[in-house]
């Protein structure tokens, strides 16, 4: 029902705001400002981007929690669609979520939402001594192997399995 509502609210405001901005000050003026939204949107996506791709390598790199990192690209590039998107009120929740304090506003008001049942990085992480160790699967045995070469039969001999007449 949200969804819906947003499908059919969203263009109406749009609607309504270019026929305000347009009748104050003109076409080609309300044209420019959405076309100069547009360029300069794209730019602020790039480098936030970037910087949001960064933190996300660096949390990688030093085996940190990356749901911070992913959700603040994945905000920003929302905020990317939604400035390339002609219309003022689009233009404004796109330039808002390339504020980071808005985005870490989003952020939390998210994490208070969902709720994580567990999370791990890999099997060479470091163990937390504060964190319980899971008990080990009883049905997985630890071992080494090594391969060993079949004997080489005698081809002259007859395998069994067939008569020499």
Not at 81 to 99: E, H, I, K, R, S
Request: hydrophobic share 45%; aromatic share 10%; no cysteine.
């Amino acid at each position: 029902m949200w969804l819906f509502l947003a499908f059919l609210g969203v263009p109406l405001v749009e609607i309504a705001l270019f026929i305000q901005v347009g009748g104050a000050i003109g076409l080609w003026p309300t044209l420019g400002i959405v076309i100069l939204t547009a360029i300069l949107g794209t730019w602020l996506v790039r480098t936030q981007g970037r910087m949001a791709m960064g933190d996300l390598r660096r949390s990688f790199s030093e085996l940190d929690d990356p749901t911070e990192p992913l959700a603040h690209g994945a905000m920003i590039l929302v905020a990317g669609a939604l400035l390339l998107t002609p219309g003022f009120f689009t233009d404004g929740v796109g330039f808002a979520l390339l504020m980071p304090p808005v985005r870490r506003a989003a952020f939390d008001y998210l994490r208070k939402r969902v709720h994580v049942q567990r999370f791990e990085m890999g099997p060479d992480r470091p163990r937390d001594p504060r964190r319980p160790q899971r008990p080990r699967d009883p049905g997985v045995i630890d071992g080494e192997y090594h391969e060993v070469e079949p004997p080489k039969r005698n081809r002259q001999n007859p395998s069994g399995w067939t008569t020499r007449n």
